[in-house]
């Protein structure tokens, strides 16, 4: 069964820095697609980053002061965040999709929370 397992996440103050890990079981090369989401309280779930064969993309809001990579060795998707800000509240998750089926399998999340 695959599993996802979120940390690094915790309080940080306004343009402090966290740098949240994505541990994968079995190897991310099953994954055709991998990145991170988070969701806010009574918001919608929203894409942060994802990561490809073919590159990286980023929302809007985060594009120069978040970093989505992939560790191979460590079987890890990290994002780097940088220059938090309060609006980037949320809980964060993982999300890997199978190459094969297709399925998107999520972690269970971790709290980020920057205060002001």
């Known amino acids: 069964q695959v599993q996802l397992v979120e940390s690094g996440g915790g309080l940080v103050q306004s343009g402090g820095s966290l740098r949240l890990s994505c541990v994968v079981s079995?190897?991310?090369?099953?994954?055709?697609?991998m990145g991170w989401y988070r969701q806010a309280p009574e918001k919608q779930r929203e894409l942060v980053a994802r990561?490809?064969?073919?590159?990286?993309n980023y929302a809007d809001s985060v594009k120069g002061r978040f970093t989505i990579s992939r560790n191979i060795a460590k079987n890890t998707v990290d994002l780097q965040m940088n220059s938090l800000k309060s609006e980037d509240t949320a809980v964060y998750y993982c999300?890997?999709?199978?190459?094969?089926?297709?399925?998107?399998?999520w972690g269970q999340g971790t709290q980020v929370t920057v205060s002001s």
């Open positions: 079995g190897s991310i090369f099953r994954f055709i697609r």
């Open positions: 999300m890997a999709e199978s190459s094969v089926s297709n399925v998107e399998y």
């Open positions: 990561i490809t064969g073919s590159g990286t």
